[in-house]
Every structure is written in structure tokens, then in C-alpha cells.
């Protein structure tokens, strides 16, 4: 498969609550349009599970609350992908965290698990708060790596 033509659908679904995280999907949207590829950005409270099934590629983006935490806007979406197999769907799973907290971005750890289990999940990510410019680079990797891991599902090359 030529990856240079394909497009795959992708999807960013993210929660945030003082924008630190918001600003590394943004990032991410950002390189996604470097690429030519197009990709939906969704808030998690605006984002339709049922939609789920129209995508290749979904990456979550997540900040952690209470003691290592997934935030509770983030459930629903953590049971509708725990509650599909599909080793067809890639996911990478992205977040910022603080890591004065006894287990920095405690929520990326657990959608990691998670995401391993019941997707084909390619990438994690985590951030110290705010994104800088150099996280920029560490978003083509992630990005990079949920794109190849799409394209070896795709032509059976894993
Ligand atoms: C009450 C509270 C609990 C937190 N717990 C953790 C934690 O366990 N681990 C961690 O890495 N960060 C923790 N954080 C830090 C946030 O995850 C961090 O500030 C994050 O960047 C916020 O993301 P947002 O700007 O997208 O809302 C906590 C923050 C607050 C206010």
C-alpha cells in the first residue's frame, strides 16, 4: 500500500480541563495538517461513541485526575473501547500530567492497559503540563508510530 496516498480516518478525543491537554491535541492536529492527512478533533463530551466504528486510527488524549486518575469525562469512553474487540482499531493514547503527583499521568497508564488489550494501540505519550515547542517533535513520533502501525494492519505486515 502506497502510505503516501492513503488517507485513514482518524480521530483525536480529548479532555481537558485547564487546556494543557487541549494544547497537545491541537499540536497533534496540527502535524496531522503538515501531512495532509485529516483528522476530527473532538472534545470527549461532544464526541458520539457510536461513531467509534467510522474510524482507523483513534488517539485519546487524557489528563489525570484524583490519585493517578482517569477524569470522569472520560468513562464512557474508556467502556465503549473496553467493551469492543477490535484489533483492527489503532489507538495511542496522549496526556499531560504533573508529575509532583505520585504517579504522573497515572490516566495514560491506564488507557494504556487497556487500549492494548481490546485495540492494536501503538503509542503513548505524556507530558509535564503544558506542551513546549520541543513536544512538537515528540508528537510526529507518536503520530509516526500510530500511522505505521495502521499501515503493517492494513497490509497484514505486522
Ligand atoms: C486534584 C488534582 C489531581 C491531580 N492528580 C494528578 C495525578 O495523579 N498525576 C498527574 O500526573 N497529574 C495530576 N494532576 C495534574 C493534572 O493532570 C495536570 O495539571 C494536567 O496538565 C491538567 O490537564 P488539562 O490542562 O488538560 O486539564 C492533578 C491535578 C489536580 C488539580
Request: proline residues 3%; hydrophobic residues 40%; contains cysteine.
Amino acid at each position: 500500500m502506497d502510505s503516501t496516498n492513503y488517507k485513514p480516518k482518524i480521530a483525536v478525543v480529548y479532555a481537558s480541563v485547564t487546556g494543557n491537554t487541549k494544547a497537545v491535541a491541537e499540536m497533534i492536529g496540527e502535524v496531522f495538517q503538515a501531512k495532509e492527512l485529516e483528522l476530527e478533533l473532538w472534545p470527549a463530551k461532544d464526541f458520539v461513541l457510536t461513531e467509534l466504528s467510522r474510524f482507523d486510527i483513534v488517539l485519546v488524549g487524557t489528563y489525570t485526575w484524583g490519585n493517578g486518575e482517569v477524569p470522569k469525562e472520560l468513562y464512557s469512553l474508556f467502556d465503549a473501547l473496553e467493551n469492543q474487540e477490535r484489533k483492527n482499531l489503532v489507538t495511542a493514547v496522549f496526556g499531560t500530567g504533573d508529575s509532583f503527583f505520585a504517579e504522573f499521568c497515572g490516566a495514560v497508564n491506564r488507557f494504556r492497559d487497556m487500549l492494548f488489550v481490546h485495540t492494536t494501540l501503538a503509542a503513548t505519550l505524556k507530558i509535564e503540563l503544558q506542551p513546549q515547542k520541543i513536544d512538537k517533535i515528540r508528537c510526529e513520533k507518536f503520530i509516526e508510530s500510530a500511522l505505521k502501525k495502521h499501515i503493517e494492519l492494513k497490509t497484514g505486515n505486522t
